[in-house]
């Protein structure tokens, strides 16, 4: 795989969102944008401050969830990683550890389902909504509203949510 700016994650994890704190990730960002050396071989794997974060995260991370499953102080831990290893990624020279840094971060991120993910919905799904909205448009067409209600109230029952625009149906699940 080859090597991506460090800032990567932080883009996942603050979106599009804008708030005093995000302010100094997005700085962060653009700063290094198109920079390669945060995750490279020579400054992103070993040891350093960064790479010393990341354990620390990991082992307070563990305490917490093996404290009654404390995952407020899971999520504390994982914000005061954050903030410290912004503070070494706004430092001139890029720390060691960074490629570590990021894997711990994901898999904390993972374990909490703190960061956005998209599902790909079933296979068989798919197919079932798609021809489902093709009978829905069918019977629309031929001025079967009441039939077009029920198709649009077996899609809702399953989770799915359809919008009627100028280009056609569009749908989703929710």
């Not at 920079?35 to 354990?55: H, I, K, N, Q, R």
């Not at 093996?66 to 899971?74: F, Q």
């Not at 790909?120 to 909504?129: G, H, K, N, T």
């Amino acid at each position: 795989m080859p090597p991506r700016c460090g800032c990567s994650f932080f883009k996942r994890t603050i979106g599009n969102r804008s708030t005093s704190r995000t302010k100094p990730l997005r700085r962060r960002r653009r700063a290094c944008a198109g920079s390669e050396s945060f995750t490279s071989d020579s400054s992103g794997t070993g040891d350093g401050e960064v790479a010393a974060l990341a354990e620390k995260l990991e082992a307070d991370v563990a305490t917490a969830l093996n404290d009654d499953l404390n995952a407020p102080r899971a999520v504390a831990a994982l914000f005061d990683f954050v903030r410290a290893a912004n503070r070494e990624l706004d430092k001139p020279v890029a720390p060691a550890g960074t490629a570590r840094a990021l894997a711990a971060f994901e898999r904390v991120a993972g374990v909490l389902d703190v960061l956005p993910t998209t599902r790909a919905p079933d296979a068989a799904l798919v197919r079932w909504a798609e021809e489902r909205i093709a009978a829905r448009a069918q019977a629309r067409k031929s001025k079967d509203f009441k039939a077009a209600d029920v198709i649009r109230a077996e899609l809702k029952a399953k989770g799915i949510e359809i919008e009627d625009t100028p280009t056609g149906t569009k749908w989703r699940v929710v």
